[in-house]
């Protein structure tokens, strides 16, 4: 699974997009190995709408692995109990909305713990922004990303959404 992985980053460096079918594979990958790295349980679960065709549709590569790390390193480990992502993939309005969503601790409670993790120096949403960026620079439609703060019903954080506009047509 590793050199699986290894090889598959390689492989999407030198290319500007991947199929969905590709992309959700190279992440259920990923999110396997990282349960076996931390040993804590990871539940991945992927929705696809059906009017979206995974071997034709593109994404931006490497776009949603920087989003499950972000989950999995900033609100997941810390909350030392059984982690789970959901990733939505719809069609809506010529766009693919993709979600992802994890029951981590929040970015609240993840900013307060952050000198715990001051080994791990996070570029992905950096990065990711700068992709997005590049993407707009070459597409009619634009790419779009926002990140929302999800809370149980007594207040307390349930963990984080990341959503992601990508249009079907992508150049």
């Known amino acids: 699974s590793f050199s699986k992985l290894i090889r598959d980053t390689i492989e999407m460096s030198s290319v500007d997009k991947i199929t969905v079918e590709a992309e959700m594979k190279y992440i259920t990958n990923y999110v396997k190995l990282q349960g ?5 349980e990871i539940e991945l679960t ?14 931006p590569c490497m776009m ?9 390193v900033h609100g997941i480990i810390p909350k030392n ?8 993939l719809l069609h809506e309005d010529g766009m693919l909305k993709i979600s992802v969503t994890d029951n981590g601790i929040g970015r609240e409670a993840a900013a307060k713990q952050k000198a715990k993790y001051a080994k791990h120096k996070s570029f992905a949403t950096q ?11 070459y597409n009619d439609r634009k790419l779009a990303f926002r ?6 019903d007594d207040g ?6 990341d959503i992601l506009f990508v249009p079907l047509e992508l150049k």
């Open 36 to 40: 076996h790295r931390l040993e804590q």
């Open 46 to 59: 992927i929705n696809i709408d059906p009017k979206i065709d995974q071997k034709v549709v593109y994404l």
């Open 64 to 72: 949603l692995q920087p989003i499950v790390e972000n989950a999995i």
């Open 81 to 88: 109990e059984k982690g789970e992502i959901t990733i939505d």
């Open 127 to 137: 990065i990711m922004r700068d992709r997005i960026d590049i993407f707009n620079y």
């Open 147 to 152: 990140i929302e703060d999800l809370y149980h």
């Open 156 to 161: 307390t954080a349930a963990g984080t959404k």
